[in-house]
């Protein structure tokens, strides 16, 4: 059972802070490292850290941080023959992580701005041999709609950063997966209300046209809408120490179970168990569970 991953590759930049500055301000931080980021690269890690073959579509630099960018791709043992190395930079992420756990992230999309159209046509064989395609919003809208276009298996998206996509290339999510922040962009990408509870904005969705809909709702949870019903998903209660690239742990763990041949509530419930397992531990890839590595329970 296969997955394709069309993203971004990022190396992430992480910068610890006892608070956020504010215009004009300097403050001294800590750490500065670089690991391996990207919502595209991370989706692909998580799922393949559980045991989905996964393939990457996706590019980086020719610069110095390609390298550490696809570090755990690689250990993660995904399929990487689709990746490009492009004469640009590697895309870069910029994170601030506050004491109470709260982050800011800037992103310079360097090579992941050439994953249009042509550059996944270039790799459509991985694309329509997957039988799962899973999508975000890091690469340009022509490449997102392109990938749609060549999905013959399911196609899930996780419109992360809420970008310009054609409609008719959304509307193929099944599910669509956001936040609840999120959800209401894209309701109002769609001419509709985004404000609401998460039960409204996903019914809502449901009726613009999407076959289903998992909104993530952080430490309360998901919801996992269909036209038959309303699931709420707890999340475990633990003690979160960064956030960052948890919702893409999130999106990787649901789509991996999915293609084991759960039920959407129950890779729901199980990818909200591996995203509280990552945000105990610093960095997004970084933090991502193992085979075998215990879960907190719900
Ligand atoms: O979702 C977290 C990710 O967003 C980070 O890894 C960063 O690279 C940005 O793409």
Request: charged share 20%; with cysteine; aromatic share 2%.
């Given at each position: 059972?296969s997955m394709c991953?069309v993203g971004?590759?990022?190396?992430?930049l992480?910068?610890?802070?006892?608070?956020?500055?504010?215009?004009?301000e300097?403050?001294?931080?800590?750490?500065?490292?670089?690991t391996?980021g990207g919502?595209?690269a991370?989706?692909a890690v998580a799922?393949?850290?559980?045991?989905?073959?996964?393939?990457?579509?996706?590019?980086?630099g020719?610069d110095a941080?390609?390298?550490?960018a696809?570090?755990?791709l690689?250990?993660?043992?995904v399929?990487?023959?689709?990746?490009?190395e492009?004469e640009?930079?590697?895309?870069l992420?910029?994170?601030?992580?506050?004491?109470?756990?709260?982050?800011t992230?800037?992103?310079?999309p360097?090579?992941?701005?050439?994953?249009?159209a042509e550059?996944?046509d270039?790799?459509?064989?991985?694309?329509e041999?997957?039988?799962?395609?899973l999508?975000?919003g890091?690469?340009?809208?022509?490449g997102?709609a392109r990938?749609v276009?060549?999905?013959?298996g399911?196609?899930?998206?996780?419109?992360?950063?809420?970008?310009?996509?054609?409609?008719?290339?959304?509307?193929a999510?099944?599910p669509l997966?956001?936040?609840?922040?999120?959800?209401?962009?894209?309701l109002?990408q769609?001419g509709?209300?985004g404000a609401?509870?998460?039960e409204?904005?996903a019914?809502?969705?449901l009726?613009a046209?999407?076959?289903?809909v998992?909104l993530?709702?952080?430490?309360?949870?998901?919801l996992v809408?269909?036209a038959?019903?309303?699931?709420h998903?707890?999340s475990?209660?633990?003690e979160?120490?960064?956030?960052v690239?948890?919702?893409?742990s999130f999106a990787?763990?649901?789509?991996?179970?999915?293609?084991?041949g759960?039920?959407m509530?129950d890779a729901?419930?199980?990818?909200?168990r591996?995203g509280?397992?990552?945000?105990?531990?610093?960095?997004?890839?970084p933090?991502?569970p193992s085979v075998?590595?215990?879960?907190p329970?719900?």
């Amino acid at each position: 059972m296969s997955m394709c991953v069309v993203g971004s590759i990022n190396a992430d930049l992480t910068v610890n802070v006892e608070r956020h500055p504010t215009p004009g301000e300097t403050l001294l931080g800590s750490g500065g490292g670089i690991t391996a980021g990207g919502k595209g690269a991370n989706q692909a890690v998580a799922a393949a850290k559980l045991g989905t073959p996964v393939v990457m579509v996706g590019a980086t630099g020719n610069d110095a941080n390609a390298d550490p960018a696809t570090a755990i791709l690689r250990e993660a043992g995904v399929d990487m023959r689709h990746v490009e190395e492009v004469e640009d930079v590697t895309g870069l992420a910029v994170i601030t992580v506050a004491a109470n756990g709260e982050n800011t992230v800037l992103v310079v999309p360097g090579a992941n701005a050439l994953v249009g159209a042509e550059f996944v046509d270039r790799h459509a064989d991985a694309v329509e041999t997957a039988e799962l395609v899973l999508l975000q919003g890091e690469i340009p809208a022509d490449g997102f709609a392109r990938a749609v276009e060549l999905a013959r298996g399911r196609v899930v998206v996780n419109l992360a950063p809420v970008v310009d996509v054609p409609r008719k290339s959304l509307l193929a999510a099944d599910p669509l997966m956001a936040n609840e922040h999120e959800a209401g962009l894209i309701l109002e990408q769609l001419g509709l209300d985004g404000a609401g509870t998460p039960e409204e904005l996903a019914r809502r969705l449901l009726d613009a046209g999407f076959a289903s809909v998992v909104l993530t709702l952080g430490s309360a949870g998901a919801l996992v809408a269909t036209a038959e019903e309303l699931t709420h998903i707890d999340s475990p209660k633990v003690e979160a120490v960064d956030t960052v690239g948890a919702g893409d742990s999130f999106a990787g763990a649901f789509c991996h179970r999915i293609l084991e041949g759960d039920s959407m509530a129950d890779a729901a419930a199980f990818a909200s168990r591996v995203g509280a397992f990552s945000v105990t531990r610093p960095g997004a890839q970084p933090s991502y569970p193992s085979v075998g590595d215990e879960l907190p329970e719900l």
